[in-house]
């Protein structure tokens, strides 16, 4: 189906010498396929050049709105590392505010370090103690609860003492009394 120049009309081959190559066999195997025909007409032509303009209108148009978002994004990017700039100028300016404070807390962070060692073993110490301040309580504590029962067994007993002198001093008032 593929036609050289020389078999074509003058016609056909100023149309297909305008054309690049890849689209040139695209337009003469698409004419003629419809055709049969190896002369364009000039309808054909026209509807070729036509498509081809409105191709080339479309490629513009796209190549305009890629140069539209190349330039939309570049503008976003300068932004972006002025922002960027802005941001690392703040963060320097806040780290060289914390170097006066970072030091000084240091000090204080090795003081209360200081401080929590002297604490460990005075903290065993004083739970020794407790712990020997506790037993010696409760010790106190069951002593005196003891004490408390001996001294109401005591009174108790004192108290039957008593009762029972008490009756034997009666008795013995009466077998005196009986005697006399």
């Not at 593929?2 to 003469?28: D, F, K």
């Not at 300016?93 to 401080?115: F, G, L």
């Not at 005075?122 to 106190?140: I, P």
């Not at 001996?150 to 009762?163: F, Y």
Request: net charge neutral.
């Amino acid at each position: 189906m593929t036609q050289t120049n020389a078999g074509a009309s003058t016609g056909a081959s100023a149309a297909t010498t305008e054309l690049p190559p890849p689209q040139r066999s695209e337009m003469v195997l698409h004419t003629g396929s419809l055709s049969f025909s190896s002369h364009m007409s000039r309808e054909d032509e026209e509807m070729t050049r036509s498509a081809l303009s409105a191709f080339r209108a479309k490629e513009e148009e796209i190549e305009k709105r890629r140069m539209e978002v190349r330039e939309r994004i570049q503008a976003q990017l300068g932004r972006v590392e002025e922002e960027t700039r802005r941001l690392s100028t703040l963060r320097e300016e806040i780290e060289s505010m914390a170097d006066p404070m970072r030091k000084e807390v240091s000090v204080v962070r090795k003081k209360i370090d200081s401080v929590n060692k002297e604490l460990k073993p005075l903290g065993s110490t004083v739970q020794k103690k407790e712990r020997e301040y506790k037993e010696a309580l409760d010790t106190f504590n069951e002593k005196n609860r003891e004490k408390v029962q001996l001294i109401t067994k005591l009174m108790e007993l004192v108290g039957e003492s008593e009762k029972l002198r008490m009756k034997k001093l009666e008795e013995l008032s009466k077998s005196i009394e009986e005697t006399v």
